[in-house]
Nanobody
Framework: VQLQASGGGLVQTGGSLRISCAAPELTSGRLDMGWFRQAPGKEREFVAAIGKRSARINYAQSVKGRFTISRDNRNNHRNTVYLEMNSLESEDTAVYYC???????????????????WGPGTQVTVSS
């Protein structure tokens, strides 16, 4: 299962950016999806997660109120998951990864080990 994140770039402090992730819709169904990020010298950390039908959404406390996760399931073969990031801060600078799982245990949706599928990241740099 190949996930592909895109849309990263350079943005000024206080600015906005939207990144996206293309995820295949498997014969067994859709994937629960999450966004994680990793800054240099730091561990990978949870950002947000969204369930198959968008009924369940979870955010890290550090991004709540600034970031919005959403998904577009209209394409039966490939879903797109978005992360809209507003009021960006220098601390948001990281490589952002999208991840997916066929049947995510929602109580553990913030844990990287719960996701079976990962894509290459996209760099987000926030400059002052």
């Amino acid at each position: 299962v190949q996930l592909q994140a895109s849309g990263g770039g350079l943005v000024q402090t206080g600015g906005s950016l939207r990144i996206s992730c293309a995820a295949p819709e498997l014969t067994s169904g859709r994937l629960d999806m999450g966004w994680f990020r990793q800054a240099p010298g730091k561990e990978r950390e949870f950002v947000a997660a969204i369930g198959k039908r968008s009924a369940r959404i979870n955010y890290a406390q550090s991004v709540k109120g600034r970031f919005t996760i959403s998904r577009d399931n209209r394409n039966n073969h490939r879903n797109t998951v978005y992360l809209e990031m507003n009021s960006l801060e220098s601390e948001d600078t990281a490589v952002y990864y999208c991840a997916g799982d066929k049947d995510l245990e929602w109580s553990r949706s913030s844990e990287p080990r719960e996701y079976a599928y990962w894509g290459p990241g996209t760099q987000v740099t926030v400059s002052s």
